[in-house]
């Protein structure tokens, strides 16, 4: 039996040296993307949506404490943010004063789905720190969530007055979204509705 020339004394096979590398390649490869995605600086918060574009679902909840009816289609012809949240939610608190002072401008609705909360709890939050929504929805049972493509509270959407979801944030609106792609959605949908 002759010997092939990878089956020299003392030297691996070159099949056995590849299924040892194999797998390193793969982690470097799987590194490299990770490290580029991380460097890449583009906004965390941003996550693709499939809703972009689309018509806002038309969810219809049935009120938290005295608020108006939820109705996404009773605010067609305005723009409306549709801010998700819950009062057992730590990053909620933290952006409740944006909210506040987004509702002070009169060109556009806020509006807020209550996501799996107990009422009185978000009655409470509420009572605390101020209400910036002109209307509530309670969505205890989270299907509402689940229509609108939501990951986790707090969520953030801009609906646009031709009803189509223009913006998708997510996590904690904070001064620098405010000043960023969020503001720049914001106002082009406020342009188109003019």
């Known amino acids: 039996m002759s010997a092939g020339p ?6 691996p096979p070159q099949r056995g040296r590849m299924a040892f590398l194999l797998p390193l390649i ?8 990770f490290a580029a995605q991380l460097l890449s600086g583009r906004d965390i918060a941003v996550v693709p949506s499939a809703l972009i574009g689309q018509p806002a679902p038309q ?13 996404v289609a009773a605010a ?14 730590a990053p909620c608190r933290e952006e409740h004063p944006l909210l506040i002072e987004l509702a002070k401008d009169d060109r556009f609705t806020v ?10 709890n978000a009655l409470g939050f509420l009572a605390e720190l101020g209400n910036p929504f002109a209307a509530i929805g309670a969505d205890q049972t989270g299907r509402a969530a689940i229509e609108w493509g939501v990951y986790g509270v ?35 949908a406020l342009a188109a509705a003019r």
């Open 59 to 71: 969810t219809v909840l049935q009120p938290l404490g005295q608020t108006p009816l939820f109705d």
């Open 111 to 120: 509006a807020g789905i209550n996501y799996k909360d107990d009422p009185a």
């Open 154 to 188: 707090p969520e953030t959407f801009i609906v646009g007055a031709d009803g189509l979801i223009a913006y998708k944030h997510v996590g904690p609106l904070t001064a620098e979204s405010l000043n960023g792609p969020f503001m720049a959605a914001l106002e082009a």
């Open 76 to 89: 067609k012809g305005r723009v409306t943010i549709v801010n998700v949240w819950a009062s057992w939610c």
């Open 26 to 33: 793969l982690f470097l490869g799987l590194a490299g993307f």
């Open 6 to 11: 990878d089956s020299a004394p003392g030297r």
